[in-house]
T-cell receptor, first 112, second 111 residues
Framework: DAKTTQPTSMDCAEGRAANLPCNHS???????VYWYRQIHSQGPQYIIH???NNETNEMASLIITEDRKSSTLILPHATLRDTAVYYC?????????????FGTGTRLQVTL | DADVTQTPRNRITKTGKRIMLECSQT?????MYWYRQDPGLGLRLIYY???????NKGEISDGYSVSRQAQAKFSLSLESAIPNQTALYFC??????????FGSGTRLTVV
């Protein structure tokens, strides 16, 4: 799986958009970009994933650059409950290589 | 009931003891995984199984073994626990459409 690079930590004011960047310059054509988050010591929670088109769901939006070498997770209106570690992961969709490999993620702190 | 249930939630055991962590799921997923997490670090894959007859080692399988008793059950064993196996352990299942679903974790302390 391609490696990813994320900032160690970020702060965001409550109610503002949180934009979390991720670099994945060695991503392969068949690898998807996944985002998960982990609140305190709970199990990681799936947020969103995409291949090359931008994606949006009820939790967040995912913007992938045209060359697919980087992406941004957007939480449109961050709340205190969004404080968590956010993991950007790239992996193929199927087969024995489709397991998640976690890095150290970005610790997002949402403040009043 | 949770989609992925891990038991026990917390366990303290002595060095050299055998311990089993259990995981069951109601998602109907074929794929199941065991991860461990040490403080301040991301999750590391111990073992994974893509169906009942399939078992694969992850990046840190030494000192661990697993059993896939059924599609819904995947247990992790520490044959002879040692203190550096003190960690938070997570079980997960996956499906292409839904991504990964994680359990709430088992906090294991080996003294």
């Amino acid at each position: 799986d391609a490696k990813t690079t994320q900032p160690t930590s970020m702060d965001c004011a409550e109610g503002r958009a949180a934009n979390l960047p991720c670099n994945h310059s060695t991503i392969s054509g068949n690898e998807y970009v996944y985002w998960y988050r982990q609140i305190h010591s709970q199990g990681p929670q799936y947020i969103i994933h995409g291949l090359k088109n931008n994606e949006t769901n009820e939790m967040a939006s995912l913007i992938i650059t045209e060359d697919r070498k980087s992406s941004t997770l957007i939480l449109p209106h961050a709340t205190l409950r969004d404080t968590a570690v956010y993991y950007c992961i790239v992996r193929v969709a199927t087969g024995t290589a489709s397991k998640l490999t976690f890095g150290t993620g970005t610790r997002l702190q949402v403040t009043l | 009931d949770a989609d992925v249930t891990q038991t026990p939630r917390n366990r303290i055991t002595k060095t050299g003891k055998r311990i089993m962590l259990e995981c069951s799921q109601t998602k109907g997923h074929d794929r199941m995984y065991w991860y461990r997490q040490d403080p301040g670090l991301g999750l590391r894959l111990i073992y994974y199984s893509f169906d009942v007859k399939d078992i694969n080692k992850g990046e840190i399988s030494d000192g661990y073994s697993v059993s896939r008793q059924a599609q819904a059950k995947f247990s992790l064993s520490l044959e002879s626990a040692i203190p550096n196996q003190t960690a938070l352990y997570f079980c997960a299942t996956s499906d292409w459409k839904e991504g990964y679903t994680f359990g709430s974790g088992t906090r294991l302390t080996v003294v």
